[in-house]
């Protein structure tokens, strides 16, 4: 009997706690797209890391025949910290979470050579604040 109890306060524990990080999760978002409707002006894309410590922000428009090479507009968001931690916009490219930590941001350069195969652009760590350039790895 009293091993039941136990398992039904465990049950209802866990179901609390999984019901109050929902309702974090949704107030971050709320204040994210608030934050992002002030910075961008339209829709964006809220991209968080695995832990769910930072957020990427990123707006990019759809590429046309007017503009082959949108601009790529981002933010990264400490939810810790509760602020911004980086800010950036390049000319065109795409950017992702590779780490925990670490942003990885590829810019498509204007005009590229046939046998150019290097990649442009820079690893993010969101950590420490600190850039590190691609330099010359293949595309894969």
């Not at 950017?95 to 150019?116: A, F, M």
């Amino acid at each position: 009997m009293l091993n039941k109890f136990f398992v039904s306060l465990f049950s209802i524990l866990f179901l609390f706690n999984c019901a109050g990080s929902g309702a974090a999760l949704d107030k971050q978002d709320s204040l994210l797209k608030k934050l992002s409707m002030e910075k961008f002006g339209s829709e964006s894309q809220i991209i968080y890391n695995s832990d769910k410590s930072y957020s990427l922000v990123v707006k990019q428009e759809k590429s046309t025949v007017k503009n082959p090479n949108p601009v790529l507009q981002f933010f990264v968001y400490g939810l810790r910290k509760d602020k911004i931690v980086f800010e950036e916009s390049v000319p065109a490219g795409r950017i992702k979470w590779i780490t925990r930590n670490q942003i990885e941001v590829v810019v498509t350069p204007g005009t590229i050579s046939t046998e150019d195969k290097k990649l442009y652009g820079y690893i993010y760590n969101v950590d420490l604040g600190t850039k590190a350039e691609l330099n010359s790895q293949s595309v894969k």
